[in-house]
């Protein structure tokens, strides 16, 4: 059964650094997503990307965070400048088009900023 | 804007327990409805849908049924098992293509043999 795989499953990362979170969707599926779920709290949306640009985002979405599919399979989520409060669950996602498919999520990567 | 309110948890069952977990929305248009679960370590996973009014998800002895009158998506099951022990989050999207999804915080779920 295809699936949606993220690496790494855990990072721990120093505040301020960079980090990439890295993803490979289910190879026919046309939109990808980044989802986050801080511990405790509800899974909010990141960014939509679609045709190699970002078809939306959310208010979290501001300038530390960037998206890029880097070649056919993999779709990477940048932190620039990481903080404390980035320390969350990353969920990656990808559906084949119609916003009623089924979206398909990996089993996440979850980040600890120290 | 979109948002999806469900009840709060835990929720603590006895096997073969009727199961009710509450989820109302706003949106505006048509939204499609969703229940995800996500099972301990896991990542979410579909567990059922509707897309239109009145229309019934099912799945795994789940269902939900979309009341646009009550902006409701509940989630019902007759006699849970241990193996239902999970994170239940209910969701909306609007109908455009490549939309996200919102969702609400999400019920936990615990269920006792």
């Known amino acids: 059964e295809p699936e949606v795989t993220q690496t790494p499953s855990h990072q721990v990362t120093q505040m301020g650094q960079e980090v990439i979170l890295r993803c490979v969707p289910i190879?026919?599926?046309?939109?990808f997503y980044w989802y986050r779920q801080i511990l405790g709290q509800k899974v909010e949306f990141l960014v939509s990307?679609?045709?190699?640009?970002?078809?939306?985002k959310s208010e979290i979405f501001d300038d530390q965070f960037s998206v890029e599919r880097p070649d056919g399979s993999n779709f990477t989520l940048k932190i620039r400048s990481t903080k404390l409060e980035d320390s969350a669950m990353y969920f990656c996602a990808s559906t084949y088009r119609e916003v009623s498919t089924e979206a398909f999520f990996g089993q996440g990567t979850r980040l600890t900023v120290v | 804007g979109n948002s999806v309110t469900q009840m709060e948890g835990p929720v603590t069952l006895s096997e073969e327990a009727f199961l009710t977990i509450n989820c109302t929305y706003t949106a505006t248009g048509y939204p499609s409805l969703f229940w995800y679960v996500q099972y301990p370590g896991e990542g979410l996973q579909l567990l059922l849908k509707?897309?239109?009014?009145?229309d019934k998800g099912s799945n795994k002895g789940f269902e939900a049924t979309y009341r646009k009158e009550t902006t409701s998506f509940h989630l019902e099951k007759g006699s849970v098992q241990v193996s239902d022990s999970a994170v239940y989050f209910c969701a909306l999207t609007s109908n455009q293509a490549g939309t996200a999804l919102i969702f609400g915080k999400g019920t936990t779920l615990s269920v006792s043999s």
């Open positions: 190879s026919n599926h046309l939109y």
């Open positions: 509707a897309t239109k009014a009145d």
């Open positions: 990307f679609y045709n190699n640009e970002i078809s939306e």
